[in-house]
């Protein structure tokens, strides 16, 4: 009798099934149903140490990284299985009739193609790992553990595949005298019982230089001076934090 066609069925499942490519370590796929997949590379994850004066103004860093790129002499031809279509076809006889399936290409995981040459020093995918370097900018505000996703900056794919993404995580230097919280910035300021009950003038770090604060008569320890917009930028552009300065005041005299 007449067969039954499952082919229009599974190909609504688009990539639910799919995974990661085998072997080389790639990212995953794009496209899906009767397409010949396009293989992505995987994505590179560096660590980027900021000072706070850096993360205030943002920056522009150089890296220098180990990237899987195609060797120089690596050629691909179409898939000897699937015949480039990335995807192959099964029939299979059940108590219903004949069901027809179509799955990913075992040979070349539905890219469509494989290595016919290998370049000089390449792995199996002829790909080869070389030493990159990229400029990388930074925006202002930016904040410990925040990740930065450079799309397309990571390891190539094979047979004209998409790059994989740099994905740059970042780490807060700590400051020597300055705590951030948020956009806000802490600091605490010691100061003599004298100054504290007459008055006096102290200095205040900030991300860059000092500014002077005039103390009142009469300070009370733990007195808290807020200095506006002396803080750190938001990095969605939402205003600048400020810096509070706690007044600590200290028993020794200073002479």
Request: hydrophobic share 35%; net charge neutral; glycine share 16%.
């Amino acid at each position: 009798g007449g067969g039954m066609n499952m082919e229009d069925i599974f190909s609504q499942f688009g990539d639910i099934f799919g995974g990661a490519f085998a072997g080389g370590g790639f990212g995953g796929f794009g496209g899906g149903g009767h397409q010949r997949r396009t293989v992505k590379g995987s994505n590179l994850r560096v660590r980027m140490k900021l000072t706070l004066a850096e993360i205030a103004e943002g920056a522009e860093k150089q890296l220098k990284l180990q990237k899987l790129v195609r060797a120089k002499g690596t050629e691909y031809a179409s898939c000897p299985t699937c015949k480039g279509a990335g995807q192959v076809h099964r029939v299979q006889s059940t108590f219903l009739g004949q069901m027809q399936t179509v799955t990913t290409c075992p040979t070349c995981n539905g890219m469509g193609q494989t290595v016919s040459k290998r370049g000089a020093g390449s792995d199996a995918n002829g790909l080869v790992r070389e030493e990159s370097v990229v400029t990388v900018k930074i925006p202002a505000g930016v904040e410990e553990g925040m990740q930065l996703n450079l799309s397309g900056l990571g390891n190539e794919a094979p047979a004209g595949g998409l790059s994989g993404d740099l994905l740059v995580v970042i780490e807060e230097e700590d400051h020597p005298e300055l705590k951030r919280d948020g956009n806000n910035l802490h600091y605490e300021a010691f100061i003599t019982i004298v100054d504290a009950t007459l008055g006096a003038t102290v200095e205040v770090p900030l991300v860059q230089g000092k500014a002077k604060v005039k103390i009142e008569p009469g300070t009370q320890c733990n007195h808290v001076l807020r200095l506006k917009h002396k803080g750190l930028p938001s990095v969605n552009h939402h205003g600048t934090g400020d810096l509070f300065a706690a007044l600590l005041v200290s028993a020794r005299v200073y002479g």
